[in-house]
């Protein structure tokens, strides 16, 4: 299982570093992660480029969701993709906060 999860997670980095060195677009990773505040502190991430994001795991308690969304709106970019890296609620549970309407 942590294998599985391992090489999805460096499959998926290298396809990001790699589409960042052939578009010559620099790519930021914010980390968003609860902690003891949470109830299951998932951390996500954005990856952001000049003009778009994608999103790296949800949260599960609706108010860490509410939270990271205000991470996301702030930041000004379009959200294009969600991309959920483990099978258990606390990845996902409220991603429908994070979703925009395009990827309804």
Known sequence: MMNTFFI??????SVLLSSA???SAPLTVTVYNPGSKGIFPVASEI?????????????????????????????????????ISGGDPDYYFVWN??????LM
């Open 8 to 13: 999805r997670n460096l499959t998926l980095t």
């Open 97 to 102: 906060l994070s979703r925009p309407p395009s």
């Open 47 to 83: 990856v952001s480029g000049d003009k778009e994001s994608i999103l790296i795991d949800a949260q599960f308690g609706v108010g860490d969701g509410q939270a990271l969304v205000e991470r996301l709106k702030k930041s000004g970019k379009k959200l294009t993709t969600i991309f």
């Open 21 to 23: 060195t052939a578009f």
